[in-house]
Nanobody, 124 residues
Framework: QVQLVESGGGLVQAGGSLRLSCAAS????????MGWFRQAPGKEREFVAS????????SYADSVKGRFTISRDNAKNTMYLQMNSLSPEDTAVYYC?????????????????WGQGTQVTVSS
């Protein structure tokens, strides 16, 4: 079983940027599609972005398209989420997850391993 640990969250002002990292251990994630999800208080966990095993295909929620960029470094067993032009609506706990296949996935039901999450708070 792979272990996923997110880092890079914090408090930032509206319009600012953060870069989240997801470090994997226990086994390689180079054969897994990967994704980022987020959950705000009182809301369901929602899809943010995903990437296939090679990094050649990506998908984004409409709410973050053009502002967030997902990437991965298989040599480092790590995935990233660059978040720019942050707004208070982006405030949530952000989770990274490993998909059950190598393909590009967007539904949380296709992700079998999850990190503990990292808090992102955007002040107005």
């Amino acid at each position: 079983q792979v272990q996923l640990v997110e880092s890079g969250g914090g408090l930032v002002q509206a319009g600012g940027s953060l870069r989240l990292s997801c470090a994997a251990s226990g086994r390689t994630i180079s054969r897994n599609g990967m994704g980022w999800f987020r959950q705000a208080p009182g809301k369901e966990r929602e899809f943010v972005a995903s990437i296939n095993w090679s990094g050649g295909s990506t998908s984004y929620a409409d709410s973050v398209k053009g502002r967030f960029t997902i990437s991965r470094d298989n040599a480092k067993n790590t995935m990233y989420l660059q978040m720019n032009s942050l707004s208070p609506e982006d405030t949530a706990v952000y989770y990274c997850a490993a998909a059950i296949t190598s393909a590009l996935m967007t539904s949380l039901w296709n992700f079998g391993s999850w990190g503990q999450g990292t808090q992102v708070t955007v002040s107005s």
